[in-house]
């Protein structure tokens, strides 16, 4: 009897606490909404009078230039922004704006075995990004972001290029996303 009492009021105490948290999410949405920003559950906070998003095509400006890096990572921030926002998509004017360049791409060796080969290689790539908001200017930047992924050296680059480099643009592509939109 007693074994069933206490199930009984772990599972009430479990209910009370669930519903305080559903009831505290719906004040901190409406306090969200009243305050002129909407939320969203990837973090993004963004007022209710942007609508639109323009990405310009980001030129491959580094030394070392691979040809279908312009076009991935340009299609990667776009898809982040559509993805994870409601914000539109527009060709150019958008009330957001982001535009910019590839700056970077490189590989180097970043592990050493004792006979002075090379273990592991570092894929890194490197993009400026110019931010404007025209509803909010001061949230406006400018920023340079890098990311990279380390692979066998035993491996040719040309083998593990195409996978490493959607990895590093989804991760440059989020970068942006929560530089630009969320402010936390």
């Known amino acids: 009897m007693e074994l069933k009492d206490k199930n009984h009021s772990l599972r009430k ?3 009370r606490n669930l519903l305080a948290l559903f009831l505290s999410a719906i004040v901190f949405v409406s306090i969200g909404l009243m305050e002129g920003c909407s939320y969203s559950f990837t973090g993004a906070s963004i007022s209710p009078s942007v609508k639109s998003i323009s990405v310009s095509y980001l030129p491959n400006n580094s030394l070392l230039v691979q040809p279908t890096l312009s076009r991935k990572i340009t299609e990667a921030i776009r898809d982040k922004f ?3 926002s409601n914000l539109n998509l527009v060709g150019s004017n958008g009330d957001l704006n982001i535009a910019g360049e590839i700056t970077g791409y ?7 075995s004792g006979e002075q080969q090379s273990l592991q290689q570092r894929l890194k790539i ?5 931010f404007t908001n025209k509803i909010d200017p001061t949230q406006g930047f400018e920023t340079s972001f890098s990311r990279y992924q380390d692979y066998d050296s035993r491996q040719r680059l040309s083998e593990v290029e195409e996978s490493l480099i959607d990895i590093i643009n989804d991760e ?7 530089k630009a939109v969320v402010n936390w």
Request: aromatic share 8%; proline share 4%; charged share 15%.
């Open 13 to 15: 105490r479990l209910y």
């Open 82 to 84: 559509t993805g994870q």
């Open 106 to 112: 490189t590989t180097e060796p970043i592990a050493i």
């Open 126 to 130: 490197t993009v400026n990004i110019r």
């Open 172 to 178: 440059l592509a989020q970068d942006i996303f929560n």
